[in-house]
């Protein structure tokens, strides 16, 4: 690979306590937790809107907020969802609800606001800037040109661990030979008869009727490949739906070439499944697909290996942890890395058998927050330390939630107190979460803890 050796000087414009980045559930959650206990906080997120993909990606819903008798999320969480029902987009703790994207983007712009956090779009990490284990600064590229931040503390809330992982912690990817879950350009559809869909009763791969008709989409070449996990179309109001639908295999979200591909091939896709639905699906005769994500629907990337790594057998335990941050019940949802009945089937087995009972949870302790070789940085949101089954629970948008509002807090008690992340007990930040009613009931307080 050719090579090219580039300079330039390359103003520092903010200075800051804690520099997030990334402004997703979990970097928004960050940013607004920190500036509320009195840090001063810069948010800066490369695309013109926060959420990431609860909005940018269009992910369609919120997984199960709760364990069926409390709610996970307890702190920011809670009052996004509370935020959303005021706004008249009711949301059931208990169950996914579908995302209403437009009204999301201004609660978190308002949360933001509020707590005081300076909020930074377009600006996207271009580089980091580390000695000794201390980020420096970060540098992003802008309209305005290149630019440095400095900062105190940072958290990597970018998804893909980018920060954390260009200054030098180790990370983990997919499973051993590097596979990862695909991934999937989320669209907005109208023009359906939703009561006829309902009537019609084939909503995704678990109504036993889709896979046939699939399946004879594939053998005609109305679909293109034989890809069975369909989760469906998601109504976010009186005339439009979220569709959760088709998958793009083998994209890295560290790879620009890669991803281009993916969100390019995936719009292809739509077109193909747009024509399935008008021509095979109850109530959809005229429908048409009116929007996409503007950034492609990743659920796999860097997994920034922390003091701890929460893994299967914590999981399976519902293990409580000293240094508890937050608890947590979304089943393993590993989309398979290759299409085909097999897979499919595969992938709902260990959904069902990794499924919580009511009232259960596992522990999220802070040590997975805090990337090793690294003194000033916690992580938040999908690149925290974790092996790969734990990962496909914790990713989804409640996860980030929970992790986020804790490197938050985490961040201005190190501010407060004058320490690394490392230093701050995880006891601690447990204290303080549960002081400002951000952690559920722990139904296991009696259980050994690690």
């Given amino acids: 690979m050719n090579t090219i050796l580039f300079s330039q000087e390359i103003p520092v414009r903010h200075r800051t306590g804690v520099c997030v980045v990334g402004a997703g559930p979990g970097g928004c959650a960050a940013a607004t937790v920190a500036a509320?206990?009195?840090?001063d906080v810069l948010l800066v997120e490369g695309n013109a809107m926060c959420g990431g993909m609860s909005t940018a990606g269009r992910v369609p819903v919120f997984m199960s907020c709760s364990d069926g008798v409390r709610l996970l999320c307890e702190g920011y969480g809670r009052r996004i969802l509370d935020a959303l029902n005021t706004a008249g987009k009711r949301h059931d703790f208990n169950v996914g609800n579908a995302i209403h994207a437009e009204h999301l983007k201004w609660i978190y712009e308002q949360f933001l606001e509020e707590s005081g956090a300076r909020l930074l779009y377009y600006s996207r990490l271009a580089a980091v800037r580390q000695e000794n284990g201390r980020v420096r600064?970060?540098?992003?590229?802008?309209?305005?040109?290149?630019?440095a931040v400095e900062a105190e503390l940072f958290i990597d809330a970018t998804g893909d661990g980018s920060l954390a992982a260009w200054a030098g912690a180790p990370f983990e990817r997919g499973d051993e030979q590097g596979h990862v879950m695909p991934s999937t350009l989320c669209s907005v559809w109208a023009g359906f008869d939703w009561d006829a869909y309902r009537r019609g009763g084939i909503f995704s791969h678990n109504d036993e009727r889709m896979p046939a008709l699939l399946e004879e989409a594939f053998r005609s070449g109305l679909l293109p490949e034989e890809d069975y996990h369909h989760t469906g179309l998601f109504r976010i109001s009186r005339t439009c739906a979220v569709g959760n639908i088709s998958h793009v295999f083998d994209i890295d979200a560290t790879d620009e070439r890669s991803l281009t591909d993916g969100i390019c091939r995936n719009r292809k896709l739509l077109a193909r499944y747009e024509e399935f639905y008008r021509k095979k699906i109850p109530g959809f005769s005229e429908a048409?697909?009116?929007?996409?994500?503007?950034?492609?629907?990743?659920?796999?990337?860097r997994r920034i290996l922390g003091d701890y790594i929460l893994k299967k057998t914590d999981y399976d335990a519902r293990r409580s942890f000293d240094d508890e941050?937050?608890?947590y019940n979304f089943p393993a949802d590993l989309h398979p890395a290759r299409p085909g009945k097999a897979e499919l089937l595969a992938h709902k087995q260990l959904f069902r058998s990794s499924a919580c009972g009511k009232g259960e949870s596992y522990g999220i302790p802070y040590r997975i927050l805090l990337p090793r070789n690294l003194?000033?940085?916690?992580?938040c949101g999908r690149c925290v330390s974790t092996d790969r089954h734990v990962h496909a629970s914790l990713r989804v948008i409640p996860g980030a939630y929970i992790t986020g509002q804790a490197a938050g807090m985490a961040a201005a008690l190190c501010l407060r107190r004058s320490c690394t992340p490392r230093q701050l007990p995880g006891t601690e930040i447990r204290a303080a979460l549960a002081a400002a009613h951000a952690l559920p009931e722990n139904p296991h307080s009696s259980e050994a803890q690690e």
């Fill in 288 to 301: 048409e697909i009116i929007d996409s994500g503007s950034v492609l629907g990743v659920r796999e990337s």
């Fill in 137 to 147: 600064q970060a540098v992003f590229a802008a309209p305005g040109g290149m630019f």
């Fill in 36 to 39: 509320e206990q009195g840090a």
């Fill in 375 to 379: 003194d000033n940085v916690l992580t």
């Fill in 325 to 327: 941050i937050g608890r």
